[in-house]
């Protein structure tokens, strides 16, 4: 691997949910260079089976790689549940999820964590795994919540509907008395003003999002690759409809942002490495 701390940092997620973690990068590592995927045209991955989020997840490292990126973060707790040791293993690159950053601060908050995930995600058992491995005396509650994804790509995050699915969603943990919720998917950042309505205001929430990127400058700063110079523009790529993407992409950035579409496969990748 080139060491060239002015690459870009790689980020990807199945949609906008992402942009949770990038709005962080923006605030924690603002000199830092990104090149964002959305994988919309294969959205929502928390359906998926791991065969196919692993497939996924080396066609994606495999074309950023090919782009020129120093590191990778996964987005995506579906990815980073179910695929993130085995694509560790598998490249020379730093490549970083979510769970364990968020297992760890949501172990600091609370003895009584309640997580709402993905279906991949939480049949995965992969927080509670981490959350047992950081301190096994906290007990855990996960729920798998297959509409969110689809009503945050789908702009439904004000309506009636959503806010009745959410209540639907959070209730058995509500009941569990849990101190503290994680979001276990990047997506759901977008719905914390509906989580607020519902929830009691007791309970801390843990946003996976801001300790990734604690966790990625502090792999920079290991590796000696933390930016020395002034950040290129965030390269925005989707794989499916790019003003869709645009359109949801600005409500959270607070700009319109230039989108492209590109195909993720193996010719491109042929081609980029030309």
């Known amino acids: 691997m080139t060491k060239n701390s002015n690459l870009r940092i790689g980020l990807f997620d199945s949609g906008v949910g992402g942009l ?4 962080q ?46 590191m990778v973060i ?22 970083l999820g979510l769970i364990l950053p968020g297992a760890r601060a949501a172990v600091q908050q609370g003895k009584r964590i309640g997580v709402i995930a993905t279906p991949a995600t939480a049949s995965s ?7 047992e491995e950081v301190n096994p005396t906290v007990k855990v509650w996960q729920v798998g919540c297959p509409e969110f994804v689809m009503l945050i790509e789908q702009n439904q995050i004000d ?20 101190d503290t919720l994680i979001y276990g998917c990047t997506h759901y950042r977008h719905l914390e003003k509906v989580f607020q309505s519902i929830l009691p205001p007791s309970i801390s929430i843990i946003d996976p999002a801001e300790y990734i990127v604690v966790a990625a400058e502090k792999e920079l700063e290991l590796m000696g690759l933390k930016s ?3 950040p290129a523009p965030t390269r925005f790529c989707v794989s499916g409809l790019t ?7 600005e409500q959270w950035l607070g ?9 993720i496969d193996e010719q491109l990748i042929a081609i980029n490495e030309l």
């Open 20 to 23: 949770t973690v990038l709005r």
């Open 243 to 249: 003003q869709q993407f645009a359109f949801l992409s």
């Open 159 to 178: 309506s009636a509907s959503t806010k009745e699915v959410a209540d639907k969603y959070l209730q058995p943990l509500i009941e569990q008395k849990i």
């Open 228 to 230: 020395n110079q002034a």
């Open 255 to 263: 700009f319109l942002p230039s989108v492209e579409q590109v195909q």
């Open 125 to 131: 058992n992969a927080y509670g795994r981490a959350i």
């Open 74 to 95: 996964m987005a995506c707790n579906t990815s980073s549940a179910l695929a993130l040791e085995t694509v560790q293993d598998e490249y020379d690159i730093p490549i």
């Open 25 to 70: 990068i923006y605030r924690q590592m603002p000199q830092e260079s990104i090149l964002y995927f959305g994988d919309t045209a294969r959205l929502p991955y928390g359906t998926k089976s791991p065969e196919e989020i692993l497939q996924y997840v080396r066609e994606i490292i495999d074309w950023m790689i090919a782009q020129g990126v120093k």
